[in-house]
């Protein structure tokens, strides 16, 4: 505790009285400070007791002691020592009332006690308490260092919350609670996840100040651009020199934890990446061989897999299958913005997972491969779900975009394989990269390969290149009709409806079916194409819908 002014009455060698302000004695004293000015606030900070002889006051006169008193407590003085026996005998009846008055303790001091005595002992009771703030300051850091090697964070957090008489958390990189001490805590700290969030906007380290039902200081853990994980430290009140101490032992245990636990990360990303690697090329036994236990039963379960592009890696894929199939179109949006990843959307939907599955006690392989990254999790977990879930999110931004100028935002596109085994990686790498194809053209954030499999062939006629075979293929039949010599589009149509049946189709048609038949003939003779062809009757159904499709 620093100083007050109850102590420096109750020290024996000072023989201070109380003539005013009694109520007040508990208010910790800053500084003592000596001036003989009129108006010494300009040189006052706030939190001194101030000590005078009054030799240039007047301190008989009531009007201008009030004046005196007055800027004092205005100044935040919080005391004023008196020396009797110097100008004046006693304590001037007008000072006393004055003090009385503003409710600014007055401390007459006798004669034989010199002001730097006083000065002295405050000085010596600040000096003691900041010793005892740093002795218990590196008993803190001893038990929180000791907690944290032997029960981990949680350890850790159940310390610090009894050093600061309060509670504590620790949130992930994605702003979700990971642990709390005292469990009661985990309420109000779910709470502040808006608040980790905005603190994660900014570079490490960073910290805020949150008011509410408790005082709450925020911190960012982690010493790279962007934050890995956060702490808050709820107290009743503002934290004193030792549990400040104590919070910033902590800070530095959490991040040697968070820097360790990113070293270890990216180890196992490479034997991740190996892992994947041997999956691919047929070698179950081996990737789980060398995955050992790191990734549990992941290897055994049914699990799905999940490639993922940021918008760069989309758009040069996107170019260069327009170089392999002439006239593939790039659609010129064909992703959605991701938010608050600080320009690396991979990087984030990776937390995204890896934070689901660590909640959920999953194991989860993230392997970043360029541009590009590859995720293989347990099917039906929780990661997946996770992936899902930020889907739905980030479709939302896209339709908010449709109504905003483009900005330069990193973008996403996601491709879900279905269910698979060790057995069966590769073909589930490959529907993963077709879900993505199909996601970067249609401008979706995320598309499952069982869509694919459930859906309609229909949607994928959009492409330029089917749209532009169409248009050639059916271009003559669309001649002939223009001329008004007949209905060949409309007449096959109908004919490849009805599978081929004449009677059926001039029905249809509301003509008599030698009509028909000679139309039929027609289109044959225009477009040199046998309508015995199975192959021919496909493309030109094909064309029909494709027309049908964008309208034309």
């Known amino acids: 505790m620093p100083p007050t002014l109850a102590s420096l009455v109750h020290h024996s060698a000072l023989k201070l009285t109380v003539r005013a302000g009694e109520d007040r004695l508990d208010v910790p004293v800053r500084w003592a400070h000596v001036s003989e000015l009129a108006d010494p606030v300009p040189y006052m900070e706030g939190g001194e007791l101030l000590l005078i002889t009054a030799l240039t006051l007047d301190a008989d006169d009531p009007e201008v002691m009030q004046r005196y008193v007055k800027r004092l407590a205005g100044a935040g003085v919080v005391g004023l020592g008196f020396a009797v026996g110097v100008n004046y005998d006693e304590i001037p009846k007008a000072l006393v009332q004055a003090a009385e008055k503003e409710g600014l303790p007055l401390l007459e001091v006798p004669r034989r ?10 000085s010596a009771a ?4 900041q010793y005892r703030a740093v002795t218990a300051g590196f008993a803190a850091q001893r038990e929180l260092t000791k907690q944290a090697l032997s029960d981990g964070p949680e350890g850790l957090l159940a310390a610090l919350a009894g050093q600061v008489d309060g509670w504590a958390a620790l949130y992930d990189a994605s ?9 009661w805590a985990g309420r109000r700290a779910a709470r502040l996840t808006p608040d980790v969030e905005r603190l994660r906007e900014r570079p490490a380290p960073a910290s805020a100040v949150v008011g509410g039902e408790d005082r709450v ?8 651009r962007r934050p890995r994980a956060a702490l808050a430290v709820g107290t009743a009140a503002a934290l004193g020199t030792a549990e400040r101490y104590a919070v910033h032992s902590a800070i530095a245990l959490l991040t040697l934890t968070t820097e360790r636990s990113r070293s270890l990360h990216a180890a196992e990303q490479r034997i991740g990446a190996a892992v994947l690697r041997m999956l691919l090329a047929g070698e179950p036994d081996h990737a789980r061989a060398v995955a050992g236990d790191l990734y549990g039963g992941l290897l055994d379960a049914p699990f799905r897999l999940i490639i993922a592009e940021s918008a760069s890696g989309s758009a040069a894929r996107a170019h260069a299958d327009g170089h392999a199939r002439v006239g593939t179109a790039t659609p010129a949006k064909t992703a959605v913005t991701v938010p608050d990843v600080n320009g690396d959307p991979l990087g984030g939907l990776a937390e995204v997972v890896e934070s689901a599955a660590a909640r959920a006690g999953e194991s989860v392989l993230v392997v970043p491969e360029g541009e590009r990254l590859v995720v293989l999790a347990v099917d039906g977990g929780s990661a997946v779900t996770a992936c899902g879930d930020y889907a739905v999110v980030l479709e939302a931004a896209r339709a908010a975009q449709r109504e905003q100028p483009a900005g330069d935002e990193d973008e996403l596109v996601v491709g879900l394989s279905a269910p698979a085994g060790p057995i069966a990686a590769r073909a589930a790498y490959k529907q993963a ?3 993505l194809s199909v996601a970067r053209r249609r401008g979706r954030f995320l598309v499952e390969h069982e869509e694919l499999a459930a859906g309609s062939v229909l949607p994928l006629l959009a492409d330029d290149a089917v749209r532009a075979f169409a248009d050639g293929l059916l271009r003559a039949l669309h001649e002939h009709d223009a001329t008004g010599r007949g209905d060949l589009v409309a007449s096959l149509r109908a004919w490849l409806s009805r599978h081929g049946q ?4 001039a029905a249809d048609l509301g003509v008599h079916r030698h009509t028909l038949r000679y139309r039929m003939r027609r289109v044959e003779e225009i477009l040199g194409r046998s309508l ?3 192959d021919v009757r496909m493309e030109l159904w094909l064309a029909l819908k494709t027309t049908a499709t964008t309208g034309e």
Do not use: M, N, R, Y
């Open 532 to 534: 015995d062809d199975p």
């Open 433 to 435: 990269e077709q879900a």
């Open 126 to 129: 600040i000096a003691a308490d």
């Open 217 to 224: 200081e925020l911190h960012s853990l982690g010493t790279g």
């Open 175 to 183: 702003g979700a609670v990971v642990a709390t001490a005292p469990e």
């Open 502 to 505: 004449w009677d059926a189709a």
């Open 113 to 122: 006690t010199p002001f730097l005595a006083i000065s002295k002992a405050v």
